[in-house]
């Protein structure tokens, strides 16, 4: 399990980080950008845009709760909408909790806590072996800067996109999400495996009646918990077979 | 009606506490080969089910969304950066979105 990381740093520097976080943080900068434009349109004003940006940093759970706060919302809503949308932090943050060196002190995980998104965390536990507190510092610093900079600049611009420009911008995460899977897919069967499992989950879960009206956040969290477990039982499996 | 600003603040302390307890929850390693194992797939999981089907409603407009996805897949497959990947699919879907609709 261990050396599978297509590039294995023993213990990854801060210019590392940095690095591998520069594409992450030209992706954030159109989306940050995109969110900037909308929440000024939708009647916040620069500063609650730029602050939600560097206080929440989350792309879905942002444009979700800005919606909701227009709208006029309660607690309760927003608890569960943004609790629904980002509980799949829960299971990124368990997940690098378990690539930290040992013995990191407490206050650097408090730190790096802050930092997880799905993409330094995909990108974390793709690239290196051992997350070390400076890598994910580096990781995660021009994204960070990406990331409330494109909101501020967003901002301010209001409708220097044209709409046809901002729709196809929009797919530029998920494009991102491909290039992370795809390559790991043609080298390691398992991975293959677990993504056309999840994916199968996920539209049936879309398609079959009762289980269609879970919510996307939630359905999202249980295909990728399916998927990933048939890749422990396949795991399993094998490791039994070759004993 | 919150005020905005006590919302985003909420919002934000809401999502660290997500972030934040499983550090806080597993301070050692795990030992178990298949909980491993399975830590091991969630980032592909995760990745794989927050992109399909989402990806095709992204640009509101399908078959761009569908051109977008067929150039991040190809430009996947050769190993191209994340930023390749990413642009040169805007760039399709916007093609598509321009001369198409």
Same mark, same amino acid.
């Given at each position: ?5 297509? =590039?294995?740093?023993?213990?990854p520097t801060? $210019? *590392? %980080? ?5 594409p992450?943080?030209?992706g954030?900068? !159109? #989306?940050?950008? &995109?969110f ?6 939708? %009647? ?6 730029v ?5 929440n ?9 800005? *919606?909701?706060?227009?709208?006029? &919302?309660?607690?309760?809503e927003l ?5 629904? $949308? ?8 368990t ?9 990191m ?7 790096m ?13 793709v690239?290196?072996? &051992? ?13 960070y800067?990406?990331?409330?900079? %494109?909101?501020f ?13 901002? =729709? ?26 677990? #993504?056309?499992?999840?994916?199968? $989950? ?8 009762i289980? *269609?009206?879970? =919510?996307?956040g939630? =359905?999202i ?9 048939? %890749?422990?039982? &396949? ?6 077979? !070759?004993? | 009606?919150?005020?905005?600003i006590?919302g985003?603040?909420?919002m @934000? ?8 307890s ?18 091991y ?5 995760i990745?794989?089910s +927050?992109?399909?089907?989402?990806i095709?409603y ?5 078959? @761009?969304a569908? @051109?977008?996805?067929?150039?991040a ?9 994340? +930023?390749?990947?990413? +642009?040169?699919a805007?760039?399709? @879907?916007y ?7």
């Open positions: 399990m261990q050396n599978r990381s297509s =590039s294995a740093f023993v213990s801060y $210019i *590392n %980080g940095l690095k591998a976080g520069f992450i943080a030209l954030y900068l !159109v #989306v940050s950008f &995109t900037g434009m909308t929440a000024c349109l939708s %009647g916040f004003t620069i500063f609650e845009a602050f939600m940006s560097m206080s940093v989350t792309s879905a759970g942002q444009f979700a709760g800005m *919606n909701l706060l227009i709208a006029g &919302t309660k607690y309760t608890l569960l909408t943004v609790g629904i $949308i980002n509980i799949r932090y829960l299971l990124m943050s997940a690098l909790s378990q690539k930290i060196p040992l013995r002190p407490l206050y650097q995980q408090l730190i806590a802050f930092g997880v998104t799905d993409e330094t965390f995909t990108v974390a536990s690239e290196v072996e &051992t997350v070390t507190f400076s890598y994910f510092m580096g990781l995660i610093t021009l994204p800067l990406g990331w409330s900079a %494109g909101t600049f967003g901002s301010l611009m209001d409708n220097f996109l044209s709409p046809s420009m901002q =729709s196809s911008a929009a797919i530029a995460l998920y494009c991102m999400f491909i290039a992370l899977v795809v390559p790991p897919m043609k080298h390691h069967r398992n991975i293959r495996k677990v #993504v056309f499992v999840t994916m199968f $989950i996920r539209l049936m879960m879309l398609i079959l009646p289980i *269609n009206q879970i =919510s996307s939630y =359905s969290i249980i295909a990728a918990c399916f998927g990933a477990l048939y %890749g422990a039982y &396949t795991d399993s499996k094998q490791k039994t077979e !070759v004993i | 009606m919150i005020k905005p006590y985003i603040l909420f @934000a302390i809401i999502t660290y506490f997500i972030r934040v499983p550090f806080l929850l597993f301070r050692k390693k795990i030992e178990s080969p298949f909980i491993q194992s399975f830590l797939y969630i980032p592909y999981a990745l794989t +927050m992109t399909i089907p989402d095709f992204s640009t509101h407009f399908l078959p @761009a569908i @051109a977008g996805t067929l150039v897949l190809i430009l996947g497959w050769f190993e191209k950066s994340l +930023m390749t990947v990413s +642009m040169s805007v760039l399709a @879907a093609l598509v979105i321009s001369i198409f609709s």
